[in-house]
């Protein structure tokens, strides 16, 4: 078996047999950490998932001279599965207030000024997506709806991490612009 240093260059190059090499070497190791995290077997197991079709891309933040190869990844897979905890509270956060303001909206249905005022609101964000290119508006829709992060949303789409960080910083920005030129029109 080759050296972890060298298996990591080759990860990084993309080679596959060495991602699988990994995989065979550390995946039963590191699928109690998800576990224990997540608490669902097949949470930790697409957490563990995700870290190796990200592996790639993050192999070459491997340093030999910071630590052992299962210590990188034990930590790797430790925050993918931080944050997918995090996303799946969020998540269940947003549900809730959806479910909230669904039994709220009695109430707004006999305050006409109200109702009126929330479906202006509604349009202008509605018109503003539609006003952005259908790369930056995708993505925004998987970061917030599907709860995606940016590597995972790189991964999917095969693209370079940065490239979505750039399309979503574009799209916000671009996004803020439409929102207060509809507020002015409206006006």
Not at 28 to 46: F, Q
Not at 79 to 99: F, I, K, M, P
Not at 120 to 134: G, M, T
Request: glycine share 4%.
């Amino acid at each position: 078996m080759p050296a972890e240093g060298e298996i990591m260059e080759r990860v990084a190059s993309g080679d596959q047999d060495a991602v699988a090499a990994l995989y065979d070497r550390y995946a039963a190791a590191l699928l109690p950490v998800a576990l224990r995290i997540l608490g669902s077997r097949a949470e930790a197991e697409d957490a563990l998932h995700d870290a190796f079709v990200t592996l790639p891309d993050r192999a070459r933040h491997y340093r030999a001279d910071r630590g052992s190869v299962a210590a990188w990844f034990t930590i790797l897979v430790r925050n993918l599965s931080l944050d997918r905890a995090r996303r799946r509270g969020v998540r269940q956060a947003l549900t809730r207030e959806v479910a909230e303001s669904m039994q709220s909206s009695d109430e707004w249905s006999r305050d006409p000024e109200t109702a009126a005022h929330l479906a202006s609101k509604s349009e202008r964000v509605r018109r503003a997506l539609q006003s952005l290119p259908d790369v930056q508006r995708s993505t925004l829709q998987i970061a917030f709806f599907e709860g995606l992060s940016y590597p995972e949303i790189a991964a999917r789409d095969g693209v370079a991490v940065g490239t979505v960080k750039a399309r979503a910083a574009r799209a916000l920005a671009a996004l803020r612009e439409a929102l207060a030129g509809l507020t002015a029109d409206d006006s």
